[in-house]
């Protein structure tokens, strides 16, 4: 029988280097049932290394586990993108490390890595500076030996959103084999024109309305999804898009949600900019950027912030319309985000598609 779980893993050092640790815990992906809870301290080390060392624990966990499905969630950027092989193992301290991750990840059928933010990690980051108190105190931490030991299967309630979410885009994932639930049929729907979309500039966090042309366009996509049998609009908190959603909605006879983790990923300084501005500006910040998706603009949101976030809200859409049919308004990049999810792609996918 198939057995999917998902690997949180988390290290820090206390002053890096410094007296470290690690935690991780590994969930059942459908019901987000902890399963087993590891932690230790590690002497001396920096916070890179406590992340690798917590990784390999869970990675440890999991087969000890007899999974076969892994999704392993971390908080270091530095960790998920060298795994996915994105970024390069140049460090030489990491090389023993990320090398045994490695050989643990192939023994296993299938791993992904995904990025998430701090306060979506915090139950493994809670482990690791349990195993750290541990260790000033003279002690070896062990699960029973935790000072407010949680029973498994339950979150802390600063965490239990985020953790229900996540589960929920894992357990909703669908794949050759027996139906596992009711279908989510979501169409995703870009916003209209902007005067922003029509000079061809950079529009994330900004707010402009739609032009004239783009409410014709919102009232002529509403009336091709009039007869879809749509049971939802959700839409970004953006003007543009709740102005082109509100028509869907209206012509749909149904109600609107708004999804602020729909929003576009936010371009910083480059916000209003076209790419030709961006380039006599800032053009060895714009050609790291076009060629990685962990790279942000100057004071703005990296694409896989963005991928995080969308994973998020699409977890609660699925699991807040279950068997319904939900129009997404949104934007070039979440879109995308939510295409390159349905197809499992490599993160690169996002320089390969054409909204």
């Not at 357990?171 to 870009?190: E, F, I, K, Q």
């Not at 970004?236 to 102005?243: E, I, L, M």
């Not at 790279?295 to 699925?318: D, H, N, W, Y």
Request: some cysteine; aromatic content about 6%.
């Amino acid at each position: 029988m198939s057995r999917s779980v998902i690997v949180e893993a988390d290290g820090g050092s206390r002053g890096n280097p410094g007296p470290a640790g690690y935690g991780a815990l590994v969930r059942d992906a459908a019901t987000g049932e902890v399963l087993r809870e590891v932690a230790a301290s590690i002497g001396v080390a920096s916070n890179n290394v406590a992340e690798y060392r917590g990784l390999i624990a869970g990675l440890e966990a999991a087969l000890e586990l007899g999974a076969d499905d892994v999704e392993v969630r971390m908080d270091s950027l530095l960790v998920v993108n060298q795994m996915s092989s994105v970024w390069k193992v140049k460090h030489e301290a990491m090389k023993p490390l990320a090398s045994e991750a490695a050989a643990l990840v192939r023994r296993l059928p299938r791993v992904r890595f995904v990025h998430v933010r701090r306060e979506f990690n915090s139950h493994a980051d809670r482990l690791a500076n349990e195993a750290m108190d541990a260790a000033a105190a003279g002690r070896v931490w062990t699960a029973s030996s935790r000072a407010d030991p949680a029973p498994a299967g339950r979150v802390s309630a600063d965490v239990a959103t985020a953790e229900t979410a996540a589960s929920a885009a894992t357990s909703s994932r669908v794949g050759w084999g027996a139906p596992r639930g009711r279908a989510t049929t979501t169409w995703l729907l870009r916003h209209g024109e902007t005067p922003l979309s029509v000079e061809k500039r950079f529009s994330g966090s900004g707010d402009p309305e739609l032009t004239e042309r783009g409410r014709q366009q919102a009232e002529a996509a509403a009336a091709r999804l009039a007869a879809a049998g749509v049971t939802a609009v959700v839409t970004s908190p953006r003007q543009r898009a709740q102005q082109t959603a509100e028509a869907v909605a209206k012509a749909c006879g149904v109600d609107l949600v708004v999804e602020p983790d729909l929003a576009e990923t936010d371009f910083g300084v480059w916000e209003g900019r076209t790419f030709a501005e961006i380039a006599d500006e800032w053009p060895a910040e714009l050609a790291a950027w076009r060629a990685d998706p962990a790279i942000a603009p100057p004071g703005g949101e990296s694409f896989l912030a963005t991928f995080a976030r969308v994973r998020a809200a699409r977890a609660r859409v699925v699991a807040s319309h279950s068997g319904g049919t939900v129009v997404v308004v949104s934007h070039v990049t979440p879109i995308k985000a939510w295409v390159r999810d349905a197809l499992d792609a490599p993160d690169h996918l996002l320089f390969r598609v054409h909204l």
